[in-house]
């Protein structure tokens, strides 16, 4: 079985280089306390290159990528410049970037395309902005369906789908987690959904990771009982000690 996959997600925090790396090299102490867990951070793209030179345990992930190689366009940064700072995960779609920089399905498609083609491996980001009642709304499949348009079935075990509920995501207003049973149920939609688009086989190797207000008391539960293979941590991310008792939490499944 694939290790547990917690993934730090610092959106645009914290404000410089130094503040990066202090903060940086506390995860990887605990990524080294945890050899049973795969721990990526996910810097702002001007600290990647200093974090880049002190990880050893912890791999590194971008928030963004562009899916062209190189050229005129203008503040985007490629795919290949992602590879060339030792990058191995890409998120992708996330929620904050469908919202404020409105990206499309077209776009996300792309930048899913060229991870995949490149060797880069795409956290794709999935998840409702609403939710009433049990059912897993079906924006989260066609979100899904959307982004995987093209891909081939033999690149989707290289996939990682976060099923991150917006409502969940600790800075909106009213937010709370998800709890473990219903992000089970959005597992086994996404799963099944997942299945109908490649060969069961294939979908079955896709990783499913959970975001939205991840802290160290309910990261057991996810794991365990919502059979969630990682998680993608925002807020809590910032916090060392707390990240660093996410990691030891999730070793224990
Ligand atoms: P929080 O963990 O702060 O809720 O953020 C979740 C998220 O958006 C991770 O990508």
Request: glycine share 6%; charged share 25%.
């Amino acid at each position: 079985m694939a290790k547990p996959l917690i993934i730090a997600n610092w959106k645009a925090n914290p404000d410089s280089a130094v503040r990066a790396v202090v903060l940086a090299k506390k995860i990887e102490q605990a990524a080294r306390a945890a050899p049973k867990v795969e721990v990526v951070i996910a810097p702002p793209s001007p600290f990647l290159f200093s974090i880049g030179h002190i990880l050893r345990r912890t791999k590194l992930g971008a928030q963004n990528v562009f899916w062209e190689d190189l050229g005129p366009y203008t503040g985007e940064v490629s795919w290949r410049q992602l590879k060339h700072l030792g990058v191995q995960y890409v998120i992708i779609g996330h929620s904050e970037r469908r919202r404020y920089l409105e990206e499309t399905d077209e776009m996300i498609n792309k930048k899913v395309l060229a991870t995949l083609d490149h060797g880069l491996i795409p956290v794709l980001c999935v998840g409702e902005w609403e939710r009433s009642g049990n059912e897993i709304p079906a924006v989260v499949g066609e979100q899904l369906k959307r982004a995987l348009k093209r891909v081939e079935p033999s690149r989707m075990k290289n996939l990682v789908v976060a099923y991150e509920p917006v409502w969940a995501i600790s800075t909106n207003p009213g937010a709370r987690a998800d709890t473990p049973d219903s992000a089970f149920r959005a597992l086994v939609y996404l799963r099944r959904l997942l299945a109908s688009l490649c060969s069961r086989r294939a979908a079955e190797a896709v990783r499913i990771i959970y975001g939205g207000s991840v802290n160290a008391q309910n990261i057991y539960p996810f794991l365990k009982e919502g059979k969630m293979q990682g998680a993608l941590v925002g807020g809590a991310s910032l916090f060392p000690q707390e990240f660093a008792k996410i990691v030891v939490r999730a070793s224990d499944t």
